[in-house]
Nanobody, 118 residues
Framework: QVHLVESGGGLVHTGGSLRLSCAAS????????MDWYRQAPGKGRELVAG???????NYADSVKGRFTISRDNAKNTVDLQMNSLKPEDTAVYYC????????????WGQGTQVTVSS
């Protein structure tokens, strides 16, 4: 069992910045990948950024150059630094952790709201 808690969401103006943090607890030994997803009203859940335990990262094209994902394996946290925010970034952001298994086991946090005003 893995428990994920997101924090750092809020309301910002266009061009502002937020830093989201996800803390993992529980049976974290087998966690390999940690990701950030988001879901805007009326849209599906979208992968924003991901990072492996070794530090390999990937980003959605829409956030490349603006968002940075980082991971602290010792503290079992993953952060998402979001800069140059746009109204289209408005969504609920979810932390995801993947456990090495067949099939892979996914764990989700409750989400944190990010709202970017014009």
């Amino acid at each position: 069992q893995v428990h994920l808690v997101e924090s750092g969401g809020g309301l910002v103006h266009t061009g502002g910045s937020l830093r989201l943090s996800c803390a993992a607890s529980g049976s974290i030994f087998s966690i390999w990948g940690m990701d950030w997803y988001r879901q805007a009203p009326g849209k599906g859940r979208e992968l924003v950024a991901g990072i492996t335990r070794g530090g390999t990262t990937n980003y959605a094209d829409s956030v490349k150059g603006r968002f940075t994902i980082s991971r602290d394996n010792a503290k079992n946290t993953v952060d998402l630094q979001m800069n140059s925010l746009k109204p289209e970034d408005t969504a609920v952001y979810y932390c995801n952790a993947k456990r090495m298994a067949v099939p892979v086991v996914d764990y989700w946090g409750q989400g944190t709201q990010v709202t970017v005003s014009s």
